[in-house]
């Protein structure tokens, strides 16, 4: 039976995970193999499949503290409270990769330039087969870090929004074009500039039958597992015209642009969590 992994494994592998995520934040490249290799030589006998295993683990607990993940380690939320509590105090001892991360998220996004964009759509991540553990809550032990929710902060850069879009308005004219559909390209709106936000959806683009395809856009710098937000509007279009509603996830934007999306009711085809209430004085 595996032995569980000490402090000291732990402290290894998360400074090995962010060190791989500072990279991935200045532009740097890393390969992902060779820094098994060099974490292995500092654990006990660990297989690559357990450290891979333990760095899901900690882009898990990252999602849940609203940060961003190492592009390639889908989360994975069974892990030790030993985990989150050695991330703790790892991010509140090297403040510079929270402000890294911070100055990211705001900062303005230009509309990338791409040879083949038909060529960025690629299958939807595929649903976990794991359980997953119960929700991460900071530790009552520790002064707690900051609760302040980088990925929701990048889901509210507009700049980002509005070149997501575009690149998707792109995406679906060229999508026609490639089967002759000119016409209905034509006629693809960019519902959230023509008529603003409230529609539920920012763009009306076509089926080749001529459907309307309604096609809300979701957009992020990082990897395809990172959470994004819903509105109750969007929820409820989603509902009132699932045949025709398309959620379209562009992930990995600054870099190299891709994209997955799905078709019907958002709540069908995602796990929703509640974020936040509203309370009145009653």
């Known amino acids: 039976m595996p032995q569980d992994w000490t402090r000291e494994e732990v402290e290894a592998t998360v400074a090995d995970y962010l060190a791989m995520l500072s990279a991935e934040h200045i532009g740097q490249e890393y390969s992902k193999a060779e820094h098994r290799r060099n974490l292995g030589k500092l654990l006990n006998n660990r297989s690559d499949g357990a450290i891979e295993r333990k760095h899901q683990n900690i882009s898990a607990i990252l999602i849940e503290l609203g940060l961003p993940y190492v592009d390639g380690y889908k989360p994975l939320r069974n892990f030790q409270q030993l985990l989150f509590e050695v991330i703790e105090d790892r ?86 074009t490639a089967v002759r559909q000119e016409r209905l390209a034509a006629q693809i709106e960019h519902v959230a500039v023509t008529r603003g936000d409230g529609a539920g959806y920012d763009v009306l683009s076509y089926e080749t039958t001529g459907q309307e395809r309604l096609i809300e856009v979701k957009t992020t710098s990082y990897g395809p597992q990172t959470p994004f937000f819903v509105t109750r509007n969007e929820l409820a279009v989603s509902h009132d015209r699932a045949a025709g509603y398309h959620l379209y996830r562009v992930f990995s934007f600054r870099k190299t642009p891709r994209l997955f999306h799905k078709r019907g009711r958002i709540d069908e085809q995602f796990a929703l969590a509640p974020e936040q209430y509203l309370a009145r004085v009653v």
């Not at 900062?107 to 040879?115: H, M, Q």
């Not at 595929?126 to 889901?155: C, F, G, K, Q, W």
Request: hydrophobic share 40%; aromatic share 4%.
């Open 91 to 176: 991010l509140r001892n090297t403040p510079q990769l929270i402000t890294m991360v911070e100055e990211e998220v705001q900062r303005p996004a230009e509309l990338p330039t791409v040879d083949d964009i038909l060529s960025a759509l690629v299958e939807p991540p595929r649903r976990s087969t794991r359980p997953n553990s119960a929700s991460i809550r900071v530790s009552d032990r520790h002064i707690p870090l900051p609760r302040i929710n980088y990925l929701a902060m990048e889901a509210g850069n507009r700049s980002l929004g509005r070149a997501g879009e575009e690149f998707v308005v792109r995406f679906e004219v060229a999508r026609l």
